[in-house]
């Protein structure tokens, strides 16, 4: 176990020092940004904006973006904080319609320092506000369960996170946004992710995005 949180360690370190002249990560998009172009005329683009649990939903069940006009800008380890920074040029300027954000897991962490989960909220509001100024429709999602970050073993997440989705669930209801409830159904009896949803209690596996995929698209139609 000391192993592996070491490795977890080392590789967060690494990444953080790679990219330390690129702390948003504004560079990984910018090629496919510019590739993608604007919107065909009725294309109902779709940006899902999050971390590595939006990341990995392409490589793990590719078929749920296939053929759609979805548009997956998840990064690995990042935070709101990281994500309001590259919000504009990985959602705002692709001309989506919709907007799906999911975000809060790495913040809780610890992955870019000390927060609460006041201002994590704050960053998704301005994201929020953000789409809606430039006629985005919003869809927000609950951070999924998480007992124990193999990565910050010390992080006690289990009501924070409880707290922060009720927090999202609250503003995205009292705002008429979408709002996406990936806990209830993902949640074990001690508020960890079901194991036979999870690769590691943290990140879902491919059966864990068979239960996300609906859940999503169903308040994609809703909204658009």
């Not at 176990?1 to 080392?10: A, G, P, S, V």
Request: aromatic share 10%; glycine share 6%.
């Amino acid at each position: 176990m000391k192993k592996i949180i070491l490795l977890f360690n080392f590789v967060i370190i690494y990444a953080m020092l790679v990219n330390a002249q690129d702390w948003a990560g504004l560079k990984i998009f910018k090629e496919e940004n510019a590739q993608l172009g604007p919107p065909k005329k009725n294309e109902n683009r779709v940006v899902f904006m999050g971390n590595s649990i939006f990341h990995d939903w392409s490589k793990y069940t590719p078929e749920f973006f296939a053929g759609k006009s979805y548009v997956n800008r998840g990064i690995s380890g990042q935070t709101t904080a990281q994500m309001l920074v590259r919000f504009r040029q990985d959602v705002i300027d692709l001309k989506p319609t919709t907007v799906v954000i999911l975000a809060g897991t790495n913040d809780i962490a610890g992955n870019t320092g000390p927060t609460t989960n006041e201002m994590i909220m704050d960053n998704l509001i301005s994201m929020a506000e953000l789409s809606k100024c430039n006629n985005i429709k919003v869809i927000m999602c609950a951070v999924l369960p998480v007992f124990k970050y193999k990565w910050a073993p010390d992080v006690q997440p289990v009501e924070r996170i409880k707290n922060l989705d009720s927090l999202i669930k609250n503003y995205a209801t009292k705002n008429k946004f979408g709002y996406v409830d990936f806990y209830t159904p993902m949640v074990n009896e001690v508020g960890g992710m079901k194991d036979e949803y999870s690769l590691d209690g943290v990140h879902p596996n491919p059966k864990g995005y068979q239960v996300m995929g609906p859940l999503v698209e169903r308040t994609i139609k809703k909204v658009q």
